[in-house]
């Protein structure tokens, strides 16, 4: 047999659990992607609105890890929703450098409008669940989250 014939990877490597994950994840985040569409809205713009009023001023670093993408992406997505003007920075109160995001009365509709649809999705996957096996699932993201984290 030569090395060519050898499978690069074991026979069961998309059973594993980390790829049901990312089938589940890309499953749900294609579902949002279409249902957002309409608003004028991707997952991003909503997750990045979904963490200003989470925390007001939200500055710096913290959009970048929250999207996990680059700095100048979540500055493109910024200059987006501002030109829209869903979102305004502001310059923060202490240090003049920074500049702290905050959701406009236009953001705070456009979020209700997301947060509905996204809240629909959410129904849709935990009716199919029911109730226990929603809490179960749940319990079980958390320690895989925690479990990796730990690693």
Not at 8 to 26: I, K, N, Q, Y
Not at 27 to 37: D, F, I, N, S, W
Not at 87 to 94: A, K, T, V, W
């Given at each position: 047999m030569?090395?060519?014939?050898?499978?690069?990877?074991?026979?069961?490597?998309?059973?594993?659990?980390?790829?049901?994950?990312?089938?589940?994840?890309?499953?749900?985040?294609?579902l949002?992607?279409?249902?957002?569409?309409?608003?004028?809205?991707?997952?991003?713009?909503?997750?990045?609105?979904?963490?200003?009023?989470?925390?007001?001023?939200?500055?710096?670093?913290?959009?970048?890890?929250?999207?996990d993408?680059?700095?100048?992406?979540?500055?493109?997505?910024?200059?987006?929703?501002?030109?829209?003007?869903?979102?305004?920075?502001?310059?923060?109160?202490?240090?003049?450098?920074?500049?702290?995001?905050?959701?406009?009365?236009?953001?705070?509709?456009?979020?209700?409008?997301?947060?509905?649809?996204?809240?629909?999705?959410?129904?849709?996957?935990?009716?199919?669940?029911?109730?226990?096996?929603?809490?179960?699932?749940?319990?079980?993201?958390?320690?895989?989250?925690?479990?990796?984290?730990?690693?």
């Amino acid at each position: 047999m030569t090395a060519h014939d050898e499978d690069p990877v074991g026979h069961d490597a998309l059973d594993r659990v980390s790829w049901a994950l990312r089938r589940a994840e890309l499953a749900v985040q294609g579902l949002k992607e279409q249902r957002l569409r309409p608003l004028g809205m991707a997952a991003a713009h909503c997750t990045l609105l979904m963490s200003v009023p989470a925390e007001p001023g939200l500055a710096g670093a913290e959009p970048t890890r929250r999207l996990d993408v680059t700095p100048q992406a979540v500055a493109s997505l910024v200059a987006r929703l501002e030109g829209r003007g869903l979102l305004e920075r502001r310059e923060h109160p202490r240090h003049r450098h920074v500049q702290e995001l905050h959701l406009t009365d236009a953001g705070r509709e456009a979020l209700r409008a997301a947060d509905e649809v996204i809240a629909d999705i959410e129904r849709h996957i935990t009716d199919a669940l029911g109730g226990d096996e929603s809490t179960q699932l749940r319990t079980l993201l958390d320690r895989v989250t925690k479990t990796v984290r730990d690693a």
